[in-house]
Structures are given as structure tokens and as C-alpha cells.
């Protein structure tokens, strides 16, 4: 369960002075999770854009992605550059990937934090395959697959993968990809707020 926060009041992205950073939470996550991370961003200037989607991740993988991409438009749209970056929590790092790889050229930097890129383990047994489904819904059980997800570097687009060696959730084997910044102590549900650490990777620019 990640680790709760409350979402600071976003300014309007209509007065966006540069490239908007989105944050994505991750599977039973919310945008709070991203609290000390937005502060340290909106204090730096920087605009933010932190939607909520898929009933916090639940729901399948395609009607994530769907509620993300109908909402980016927007955002984009108020980008003075046509670009975003974004930062992708566990199942926000993949739906990010696959968002970056959906609009070529539109994500400049995706910094993922234990980010499921590769998706995760099958459970066990089938009968925690099917507890989890019934407690994380339809999405825990799509990103529990038999065969590592191809995960591929979008062209155009800076890839910085966050990832520690206490995560218990994600395997490193899934979350590595593109640029590499190892933590150590860190627990999965509080990687989000890493503020210094995600700020640096993302090296913001307007």
C-alpha cells in the first residue's frame, strides 16, 4: 500500500512558464503520494499535472492507459514546448512507458520509481493469484505475467529508472531500464517521496 500524503493545491497549467511535469501514481495509489514531491517541484517553479486514474490503478491495464491518454491532450496542450515529463510509480512507471512509446516524441524524460516496466511475478498458487486480483483488482492480476513485459527505451525520450534495494514489490529486474539511480532503505511505497532524488533525475529544464 503506498504511503499517503495529501496533493498540494496545483496552479493552473494555463500559466505553465515551461515543460509540465506528471506525476503517476502507481496500484492502489492516488496522486498524495506524490506530496513532498510536488512541493519540492512547484516550489522550484515547476508545473505539475497529478491525475487520479483508474480507480487507483485497479482496473485493466488498456482502460488505465485510456483515462491517462484522454487526459494528456489537455496538458499538452499547455505545454509551451509540446512535450511532458513524466515520473511513474510501479504501475505509473509502466503506463508511462507505454504513454512515451503511444505519443513519440511528446515525453522528453520518464523517471520511474520501481517502476513496473516489465510487469511482475505470477503469484505463487492460484489461489493468491486470485486473492490478489480480488483485493487489487484487474490490474494487479494483468501486471502478474509468466514472461517479463518487453520494455523498451521510447525514442526521444530520457529514461531514468529510481530503484532500491528494499523494495519487496518490484523485482529490479523490471524496474531497471534506461539511466539507473540506486537508493538504499527505501521502501517501495515511500520511493515517491524522494523529492531530492526525483528531482535531480529529472534535471528540469522549462
Known sequence: MPHRGTLPELPPLADAPGTPVVLLHGLMGSPGNYERTARRLLDAGVPVAAPEYGRHGTVGLERSLAEITDGIGEVLGHSPTGRIDIVGHSLGGLMGLRLAHY???????????????????????????????????????????????????????????????????????SSRLGELVEVHGVRH??????????TDALGWRP
Open 103 to 173: 505519443l513519440p516524441g511528446k515525453v522528453r524524460t520518464l523517471v520511474g520509481l520501481g517502476a513496473a516496466f516489465r510487469g511482475l511475478p505470477p503469484a505463487r498458487n492460484r489461489l493468491l493469484g486470485w486473492g490478489i486480483g480480488t483485493v487489487m483488482g484487474v490490474g494487479a492480476r494483468e501486471l502478474m505475467v509468466p514472461q517479463p513485459l518487453d520494455a523498451v527505451v521510447p525514442e526521444g525520450t530520457r529514461v531514468v529508472s529510481i530503484v532500491s534495494d528494499a523494495d519487496r514489490v518490484v523485482p529490479t529486474d
Open 189 to 198: 511505497e515511500h520511493l515517491p517521496g524522494l523529492a531530492a532524488e526525483i
